[in-house]
């Protein structure tokens, strides 16, 4: 876990004071290789390191663009509501991978992100992710602030594939109790 937040408060500084800044809609790719520290007792990535890896690079994309000023400043917390992944092929040790995410849509509550892992031009896995920003426990307006943040030309509904996804998540957890 030490790992996690060393890693994330690299990602903050650079995101901060040296990376250049970035547009909320458009598509981010980050090139990383696998070390063994990712890996199981196999020498494949561990399922778990690819949720890790969709986590840094959103917050890379909320620490690089306007976002970071009009939620954490103001006190927001980004909270994840339910993220899934698609595998296809195995990541092996040592070798490079690179994770794209793309913005699908958003919604009043939710901002919808695909993450695609490739090896070359081969789709490894996908991971899907719905989230939000949250302030004495409500629901932020997740259009005013991607109006606030500069993207109000580029804000389009979720695909009605990605909120299929999603749509049967908070009844399943209300079955279960």
């Known amino acids: 876990m030490l790992y996690y937040w060393l890693h994330l408060l690299f990602v903050y500084i650079a995101s901060r004071f040296f990376w250049k800044p970035v547009k909320l809609y458009a598509d981010l790719s980050r090139r990383?290789?696998?070390?063994?520290?990712?890996?199981?007792?196999?020498?494949?990535?561990?399922?778990?390191?690819?949720?890790?890896?969709?986590?840094?690079?959103?917050?890379?994309?909320?620490?690089?663009?306007?976002?970071?000023?009009?939620?954490?400043?103001?006190?927001?917390?980004?909270?994840?509501?339910?993220?899934k992944i698609i595998y296809k092929k195995p990541l092996k040790m040592w070798k490079k991978f690179e994770i794209t995410l793309q913005m699908d849509g958003s919604d009043e509550k939710w901002v919808y992100h695909r993450q695609i892992f490739k090896q070359g031009?081969?789709?490894?896995?996908?991971?899907?992710?719905?989230?939000?920003?949250?302030?004495?426990?409500?629901a932020q307006d997740m259009r005013q602030i991607l109006i606030d943040s500069g993207a109000?030309?580029?804000?389009?509904?979720?695909?009605?594939?990605?909120?299929?996804?999603?749509?049967?998540?908070?009844?399943?957890l209300k079955n279960l109790t």
Not at 69 to 75: D, L, Q
Not at 123 to 136: E, L, Q, R, S, V
Request: hydrophobic share 35%.
């Open 32 to 83: 990383r290789r696998v070390s063994p520290l990712d890996c199981e007792s196999f020498r494949y990535m561990a399922n778990s390191k690819y949720f890790y890896y969709m986590d840094l690079i959103r917050f890379e994309v909320v620490f690089r663009s306007k976002l970071y000023e009009h939620t954490i400043k103001k006190g927001m917390t980004g909270v994840l509501a339910s993220q």
């Open 152 to 172: 109000e030309d580029r804000i389009r509904p979720p695909s009605a594939e990605m909120l299929s996804m999603f749509q049967n998540d908070y009844q399943f």
């Open 121 to 138: 031009e081969q789709i490894c896995a996908i991971g899907f992710t719905k989230a939000g920003f949250w302030k004495n426990k409500k």
